[in-house]
């Protein structure tokens, strides 16, 4: 059974540092393209990040881009973000997704909600002081 865990939320003040994970079981990572997606009360859910199959290629969403980094570990089967400079309108649930038929490209973090197949159930991030 294909699964993801994410873990690594919580609560922290506004300009503080979170790393979230993603890892796989029931399946290796190495062939599949990697999104963050995340989703505040009230929103639609949003792209934030995603990484190709060898790890070369990252898209970062704009209202992240130059705080969050995508990286992954294929040898620990887990896909990372780390998330700096919080901001209170970062606040939301995170999630991971995959796909092994997908590049990660713009598109991916616009319309990925709606077609990528395997996701985690989220992990919950705070930010606020």
């Known amino acids: 059974q294909l699964q993801l865990v994410e873990s690594g939320g919580g609560l922290v003040q506004p300009g503080g540092s979170l790393r979230l994970s993603c890892a796989a079981s029931?399946?290796?990572?190495?062939?599949?393209?990697i999104g963050w997606f995340r989703q505040a009360p009230g929103k639609e859910r949003e792209g934030v990040s995603c990484?190709?199959?060898?790890?070369?290629?990252?898209v970062y969403g704009d209202s992240v881009k130059g705080r969050f980094t995508i990286s992954r570990d294929n040898a620990k089967n887990t896909v990372y973000l780390q998330m700096n400079s919080l901001k209170s309108e970062d606040t939301a649930a995170y999630y991971c997704?995959?796909?092994?038929?997908?590049?990660?490209?713009?598109?991916?973090?616009?319309?990925?909600?709606?077609?990528?197949?395997?996701w985690g159930q989220g992990t919950l991030v705070t930010v606020s002081s």
């Open positions: 997704a995959v796909d092994n038929k997908v590049h990660c490209a713009p598109g991916l973090l616009k319309y990925g909600s709606r077609y990528l197949e395997v």
């Open positions: 029931g399946f290796t990572l190495d062939d599949y393209t």
């Open positions: 990484i190709d199959s060898n790890g070369e290629w990252t």
